[in-house]
């Protein structure tokens, strides 16, 4: 019998202030999120949100904060012009128990920022004597206190005395401790604290704070928030790493020539989906030229799919690509810890929605999914409890699951979920719009 899959951890929760449209936001995750909203409501800042914290996990803040044009291009302003301090945090539930963190900056003029605060805290669902809960505040451990358990446990536990004793020294050591300084911009985003976990606090398995805080870095780093642009993907592309596809899908010629030479897992949904979404198309086939790979579609001619037609992606259409790149991301083995796609319904026939409703949630099972859209056809075919309903008050973006009167109309069959976002549009619990 073959052995349960290790449990991977699960985003729970994200918040942002003062953040582009976003004064406060907290979204909360489920295997599927679904953001409903009108354009400009700020969909895609709330999905920027799950890019930056992944580009922290991956390159750091400074390289998060570049990538998105520097600090005054992410900062909220007042209405006076004031630059206005971003803050970012999550919480992640894995099997130990739960990690929240939390960073602030602060901002001097349009340039010049540094961090703030930068906070960690694990609590773990299985205790180990004192130690239910380590709390780091920009890099210094705060809670336990230390000292008084290595006084406590050290005729009883020596290898918590040990560690304790390990962490102790270290806080001596800012250089090996401390997250940020007050001269650096840089966050090194839970790496600085993996000195203290060279044993396991009390020889208890669970409590391994290095391997944790190191595991939920690689996890948050693996999120992948998906921009596709089909005139970027109709020429060869150069070889590239084939895992994971990246966000822009630059490597999409690389992935697939990997998953279509290996016979990947998921080969044969990928190629039913798309036959299923475009009709008439039947496989697909990599092929090198010199240090480029074409990506060609073989599609059905009057004499059969034996004697197809290979065409490469240059005489696609834009949805074509667009779907066979959403696809390829979607059906990715190993699966990214989470999926981001904006408005995947541009230039989708409505025909090929419910097959992309479809892998969605299927893919929803191996890894999160979330999707921003306002697409009255795709919100028809997702679950209602799986909505947030994204809308913007007052110059700022509002988020929370779907109106309780909403919800009930959905589920008494009065009125499907677009039929709504379409009328009225769908409203957060707890907004004033929500409550006319």
């Known amino acids: 019998m073959a052995a349960e899959p290790e449990p991977r951890p699960f985003i729970t929760k994200v918040w942002a202030?003062?953040?582009?449209?976003?004064?406060?936001?907290?979204?909360?995750?489920?295997?599927?999120?679904?953001l409903v909203g009108p354009n400009a409501s700020g969909k895609s800042n709330l999905l920027d949100v799950l890019g930056f914290i992944a580009d922290i996990a991956r390159d750091g803040l400074e390289m998060a904060i570049t990538r998105r044009g520097g600090i005054d291009s992410i900062g909220r302003r007042s209405p006076r012009g004031k630059a206005l301090a971003p803050e970012f945090g999550f919480q992640v539930e894995f099997r130990e128990g739960t990690l929240v963190y939390s960073v602030s900056l602060t901002t001097r003029g349009r340039v010049e920022y540094r961090v703030k605060r930068e906070y960690a805290r694990l609590e773990f669902k299985r205790p180990y004597k004192y130690l239910r809960e380590i709390e780091f505040v920009n890099g210094h451990l705060t809670k336990p206190?230390?000292?008084?358990?290595?006084?406590?446990?050290?005729?009883?536990?020596?290898?918590?005395?040990?560690?304790?004793?390990?962490i102790i020294e270290a806080e001596t050591r800012p250089h090996d401790l401390n997250l940020i300084s007050e001269k650096s911009v840089e966050s090194r985003f839970l790496t600085a604290y993996l000195d203290i976990a060279t044993e396991s606090i009390g020889n208890n398995p669970y409590l391994n704070i290095g391997f944790v805080l190191e595991t939920i870095r690689i996890f948050l780093g693996y999120i992948g928030i998906y921009?596709?642009?089909p005139n970027s993907l109709r020429d060869p592309q150069k070889v590239a790493d084939s895992h994971p596809l990246t966000v822009g899908g630059e490597n999409l010629a690389s992935t697939l020539r990997d998953i279509t030479q290996n016979e990947a897992r998921f080969l044969p949904e990928l190629k039913e989906a798309l036959e299923v979404a475009v009709p008439g198309v039947c496989d697909i086939r990599v092929k090198t030229a010199g240090s480029y790979y074409v990506v060609e579609l073989k599609h059905k001619t009057g004499r059969g799919a034996e004697t197809g037609l290979w065409l490469d992606l240059s005489h696609e259409s834009d949805g074509?690509?667009?779907?066979?790149?959403?696809?390829?991301?979607l059906f990715q083995d190993p699966a990214p810890s989470l999926i981001g796609l904006e408005e995947p319904e541009l230039a989708i026939h409505p025909g090929a929605m419910a097959v992309l409703a479809d892998v969605m949630k299927e893919a929803s099972l191996r890894g999160q999914v979330v999707v921003a859209t306002h697409s009255p056809d795709l919100i028809n075919l997702l679950p209602i409890e799986s909505i947030r309903a994204v809308t913007a008050e007052d110059g700022s973006t509002r988020v929370g699951r779907v109106v309780e009167h909403q919800v009930r109309a959905v589920k008494d069959k009065l009125f499907l979920p677009g039929e709504l976002h379409s009328m009225e549009g769908l409203y957060p619990a707890g907004t004033g719009a929500s409550n006319e």
């Open 17 to 34: 202030k003062n953040f582009r449209s976003i004064e406060y936001a907290e979204l909360e995750l489920d295997p599927l999120t679904v």
């Open 145 to 166: 206190n230390l000292s008084r358990i290595a006084r406590k446990e050290e005729s009883a536990q020596p290898n918590l005395a040990r560690a304790a004793s390990q």
């Open 227 to 229: 921009h596709i642009f």
């Open 320 to 329: 074509t690509i667009r779907l066979l790149a959403m696809l390829t991301a």
